[in-house]
């Protein structure tokens, strides 16, 4: 997945920080290889896991700043006693640090690559090279971006990632030489899950702080500009219109509807376009059994599919928790949210790096 990117553009917002990468693991450890995080002299985003051991990583990131280390480092943690966590596992971190200040003349940063390369092809490999001539590229099918300062270690590297890609279920590897260099390859993939969100009344603005901190992307569709927050987290994207229904259209298929807008109206017309369009990975509509008994016979007298009528859900949430208040009918409807990614991803058929924001 590639959630952290959004990490970086609130660095490149802030100034020089260090992207702390777990790139490998053994044995028990609160996050998976691939889990990111980014650290500024004076904030910190994203997390490898919280603890004793996400303090050290922090701390020396910090110290690396101070110091205006520029060089990268892979430093091994033992999760046991010594770090007074007791997982009983170790994990290697990859400090990197970073800054973004255009230059003329260079080529693109490569956040900026891996995210144009991801929404052309679907996925790509991040390779990052340790050591003399090294550096950091990203490949995607045929196409790459970046160059290692070793010719050699460059073709190596293009040739490994495009193994990995061939690979759909490949995770991230860290491969080590004798002579004290390394190779850290990465799968990234756009996340599987797009949340398509009507409505930024209470239930829909409590949900999107929860959807904020999860590995998703939304966009958040209102046509009443007041009902937006001025901050709103950064795998969100809002959208001020009075003609709802063309998000419904550019929606990627495969996505996530939540239909909860201030009108009944609007919903029965948002509805219907979803249901015509049926090719969602989940649809659910705020309101009672009685919402949607009357919707359902609506649905009908237009002609709309039976099948996919009965793949909308509403009431909405996941059953047993039934309270009314905002909150918690966010947390129920996320859950359910959480749910339909995974069973995306096993539709997909393998399991991305998790890098979560």
Not at 60 to 76: C, D, F, S, V
Not at 129 to 145: C, I, N, Q, W, Y
Not at 212 to 220: N, Q
Not at 221 to 227: I, K, L, N, P, S
Request: hydrophobic share 45%.
């Amino acid at each position: 997945m590639a959630d952290w990117l959004p990490l970086l553009a609130r660095l490149s917002a802030s100034g020089p920080g260090v992207l702390v990468t777990v790139a490998e693991t053994r044995g028990s450890v609160p996050r998976e290889a691939g889990t990111k995080m980014v650290v500024a002299a004076d904030a910190a985003f994203g997390t490898i896991g919280g603890g004793q051991l996400e303090y050290e990583a922090s701390k020396l990131a910090r110290e690396m700043l101070a110091g205006g280390t520029t060089a990268p480092q892979l430093r091994r943690f033992g999760l046991g006693p010594s770090l007074g966590q007791c997982c009983g596992g170790s994990a290697r971190i990859l400090f990197e640090p970073i800054r973004f200040e255009p230059t003329p003349g260079q080529p693109e940063p490569w956040p900026a690559a891996l995210d144009r390369l991801l929404e052309q092809g679907g996925s790509a490999v991040l390779a990052t090279a340790l050591g003399p001539g090294g550096g950091k590229l990203v490949v995607s099918g045929e196409v790459s971006a970046g160059a290692l300062r070793d010719p050699r270690r460059h073709a190596a590297a293009v040739a490994a990632a495009r193994a990995l890609l061939a690979r759909p279920d490949a995770g991230v590897r860290l491969e080590e030489s004798a002579d004290g260099t390394a190779l850290l390859l990465e799968p990234v993939r756009r996340d599987g899950l797009h949340v398509v969100l009507f409505g930024a009344g209470h239930v829909g603005t409590a949900l999107v702080r929860i959807l904020g901190e999860l590995p998703c992307r939304v966009s958040w569709v209102d046509g009443r500009a007041e009902q937006f927050p001025g901050e709103v987290p950064p795998n969100v994207m809002t959208e001020c219109t009075g003609a709802p229904q063309h998000a419904v259209e550019r929606a990627p298929s495969g996505a996530a509807f939540l239909v909860m807008t201030h009108s009944h109206a609007l919903d029965l017309r948002l509805c219907e376009k979803i249901l015509t369009r049926n090719d969602f990975s989940y649809f659910g509509l705020i309101g009672s059994a009685t919402k949607r008994a009357k919707f359902i016979r609506r649905f009908e007298a237009r002609g709309i599919a039976q099948e996919a009528i009965e793949r909308m859900i509403c009431p909405i949430g996941i059953p047993g928790l039934s309270g009314k208040h905002p909150g918690e009918i966010a947390i129920a409807v996320a859950a359910q949210l959480v749910m339909a990614r995974a069973a995306l991803q096993a539709t997909i058929g393998h399991a991305p790096a998790r890098v979560t924001t």
